[in-house]
């Protein structure tokens, strides 16, 4: 349950206890008998224990349930009866109960509870016209009185309530809505090495082949496996295995030079792949090259590997082209280089053709010295 809410509550609560308090010296005043204000101590004491229980934080739901049915189906009905009717400001307070029912309940009970209540207030009202012996009977001063009395009450109160309240809850919204996106972000990141994961790559896949039917403007893939990297597991143990994970996702990072259009995830396990939009092949080899210079310049260990004696990686590269129409042809294709990649030596790039993906693994290699 909301803190704001359960705030909210105990405001309620605690106002209609004060009511029912000052009734109890207003009738003392007026010389009416001690008897009439038995159900007024009742409303009041049930009121402040609501209002302290609540504050206790235990079972909230099911106390705001408590005080909003006795509040809109007993205290209400109560006040209304034990009036002038409409020629009191009782049914000022009904404002409040609507207020307090619409802020705290939700859904189907929200509209249920609004349904009744308004049809009970105008029962209440028609018993006023047809049966007006059942309420009390005020000279126009006493009348004017009870208004002047009560009306500032009620609205002061809920001028207070709405200014004290109306910050709390668009904090609580701002702060549920930024929960909301914390995890949305963590579903589709990696909690390995801070990247994007293979749902999120699907996702962005999906939109740039969305743009790229729509506009024509070619975007391009990398697909990088880390070369022996179940060597390094078996040499280094899995705990340094993860670290060379981290390092090798920064490198990637470091490679890629346009934020918001170069992107890059984890596909799972050694392998990554790059989203690069608005780039052709050539322009992908490019960064595909960046990255193998910043992995070359990590010099991370790797005594176990066959291709040197630091870490290195196997690229495959693949622009989208009316035969790679759909994110598993795309993904297909590069991995296709990236196989190729790896059966020339490793620690190389190779580029699928653009114009037949039945060939996409007959691709060119770049050269290792800087393609």
Partial sequence: MSPVKAGFFIYFMVFFGLVSGFTIVANLLIGLEFYLNYKWMGISGVAFALAYWARRGRNLALIHRIGIYLSAFVVFPVSWMASAGLASPAITYAVLIVVMVNYLLTGRERLAVNVIYIAQVLVLI???????????????????????VNVPIVLGFLALVLARFERAFEQERLANARKAEELRALTVTDALTGLANRLALHRELTHAMAAYRRTGTPFSLIFLDVDAFKAYNDAYGHTRGDACLRRVADCIRSGLRREGMDRAFRFGGEEFVVLLEATDAAGACRVATHIREALQAAAIPHSASPVGDTVTASMG????????????????????????AKQTGRDSIVCAPVTDASHAGNGYPVPAAGG
């Fill in 317 to 340: 590269v693949a622009q989208v082209s009316p035969r790679l129409a759909t994110p598993d042809a795309m993904l297909a294709a590069a991995d296709a280089a990236l196989y190729q």
């Fill in 126 to 148: 028609s018993l006023y016209f047809f049966r007006p012996a059942l309420f009390a009977s005020l000279t126009p001063a006493e009348q004017y009185a009870d208004w002047m």
